[in-house]
C-alpha cells in the first residue's frame, strides 16, 4: 500500500483534489481530508505516533505474555527453588508463570516503546504544518496501484509527503 500526505494552503484546493482523485479511473483506497472542520489528526493511525506504539504493543503482548507464563513455568521447574513452596507443589509453578506472565506484558511496553518509527520525523513536518494553518490530504492506494503523482503535482500543493511505499 503506497501512503502520502499532500499539504495544500486551502480548504478549497483541498476539496477540488479530493474531488479528482476521487474521479479517477482506479481512485485511491482511501482519501482523508484532514484540517479545522475536518478530521481530527489524532484519530488517523499513520499520522499518529502513539496508535502505532500502541497497536505495536498489543501485538507484542499476544505472544511475550504466554511466553513469559510459560517461561516462569519452566524457570520454576528448573530450578527448583523453594520460594513458594507453602503453596505446594502445585501452586509454586503457577506463581512462578504469573510472574512471567506479569514481566512479558511489562516488556511488551518496553519492546513497543524502544522502536522509533522511521516516519516520525516526517509526521512532526506535517504536525506542523498543519498547526500554521494548512490542510492536509491523506491519500493511500491498494498494493498494486502507483499513487497518482501527475495528478498530485498539478494540484499546486505545497508539499507531497510519501509515507509509505507499495
Given at each position: 500500500m ?5 499539504v495544500?494552503?486551502?480548504?478549497r ?6 474531488d479528482?482523485?476521487g474521479?479517477l479511473?482506479?481512485p485511491p ?6 484540517g479545522?472542520?475536518?478530521?481530527n489528526?489524532d484519530?488517523i493511525?499513520?499520522l499518529?505516533?502513539?496508535?502505532g506504539r500502541?497497536q505495536?504493543?498489543r501485538?507484542m503482548?499476544?505472544w511475550?505474555i ?7 513455568v ?6 527448583d ?7 505446594g ?7 512462578g ?7 512479558g ?6 519492546a513497543?516503546a524502544?522502536?522509533?518509527?522511521e516516519?516520525d520525523d ?5 504536525r506542523?504544518r498543519l498547526a ?20 498530485l ?6 508539499a507531497?509527503?510519501?509515507l509509505?511505499?507499495?
Amino acid at each position: 500500500m503506497a501512503t502520502c500526505v499532500v499539504v495544500l494552503a486551502d480548504r478549497r484546493q483541498l476539496h477540488k483534489l479530493r474531488d479528482r482523485l476521487g474521479g479517477l479511473t482506479t481512485p485511491p483506497s482511501r482519501l482523508v481530508a484532514i484540517g479545522e472542520q475536518e478530521q481530527n489528526i489524532d484519530t488517523i493511525a499513520a499520522l499518529t505516533p502513539a496508535i502505532g506504539r500502541r497497536q505495536r504493543q498489543r501485538s507484542m503482548a499476544r505472544w511475550l505474555i504466554p511466553f513469559g507464563f510459560l517461561a516462569g513455568v519452566t524457570f520454576t521447574q528448573i530450578t527448583d527453588l523453594q520460594t513458594f513452596a507453602f503453596l505446594g507443589p502445585w501452586g509454586e509453578p503457577v506463581v512462578g508463570g504469573l510472574l512471567g506472565l506479569g514481566s512479558g506484558w511489562m516488556g511488551s511496553f518496553a519492546a513497543a516503546a524502544s522502536v522509533a518509527s522511521e516516519s516520525d520525523d516526517q509526521i512532526r513536518i506535517l504536525r506542523n504544518r498543519l498547526a500554521e494553518g494548512n490542510w492536509l490530504l491523506l491519500v493511500e492506494t491498494a498494493a498494486d496501484v502507483e499513487l497518482p503523482w501527475t495528478t498530485l503535482q498539478q494540484s499546486g500543493a505545497r508539499a507531497v509527503v510519501r509515507l509509505a511505499d507499495a
